[in-house]
């Protein structure tokens, strides 16, 4: 759950090209939406918000609750636990010493002067309603991938289940498990995994012709 002063800063859609203030390709315009815009959010986030099946928008907490039930299904959340989790990170916003992860993670996030400005929202109350609305969203747990693969050896052969090469058969690209390693090891960014999928390519093609 969150509130209307993080949704604004801290949500966005997967990918920059449905992001209007980075479509635009103007500078001016990413920091009239970060810091100039008001209260609401991008205009798609605040389409899922007010439509999304998956988003509750309330003014208070008993709202809220009600609503995340409806749409989880049952009674699943207790109003009285949720509350009693907020109330304890809430006591903690004020505190400069805080030792609550998500108010530490914050304040670190907040040391770089870009997420200052731009990513994360000022810390608050999420109970104070000048903040509000508050808003729940339904989570969807999935795997989008791994950085596992099949077995490899050097020349990009599959290896079998008994630990042997099988015949005429080659894995290249993310697919050799590469992605935990490789050229950019953990740090690895979206986009960097071209050199291991050439590297490995190469090396099925070159060891192929040599077979």
């Avoid at 109003?79 to 989790?85: D, K, S």
């Amino acid at each position: 759950m969150l509130t209307q002063k993080i949704i604004k800063k801290e949500f966005a859609l997967s990918g920059s090209e449905q992001n209007p203030d980075f479509t635009s390709k103007s500078w001016v315009e990413v920091i009239k939406q970060r810091l100039l815009a008001g209260s609401s959010a991008t205009a798609p986030v605040e389409a899922f918000k007010e439509r999304g099946e998956d988003f509750v928008v309330a003014n208070d907490l008993s709202t809220l609750v009600r609503g995340m039930n409806q749409v989880a299904g049952g009674n699943l959340i207790d109003e009285a636990h949720l509350r009693t989790q907020i109330e304890a990170r809430d006591a903690q916003v004020d505190n400069p010493f805080s030792k609550d992860a998500q108010m530490m993670a914050i304040h670190a996030a907040r040391k770089y002067r870009g997420d200052r400005l731009i990513r994360t929202a000022k810390p608050h109350k999420l109970l104070d309603p000048a903040s509000g609305p508050l808003i729940a969203v339904k989570l969807h747990i999935l795997t989008r991938k791994t950085l596992g693969g099949l077995h490899t050896n050097l020349d990009s052969q599959m290896i079998g289940a008994s630990g042997e090469v099988v015949p005429g058969l080659f894995a290249a690209g993310e697919v050799a498990g590469f992605g935990g390693g490789g050229y950019h090891g953990y740090n690895a960014l979206e986009g960097t995994f071209l050199g291991g999928c050439i590297f490995s390519g190469r090396n099925a093609g070159r060891s192929q012709a040599i077979a």
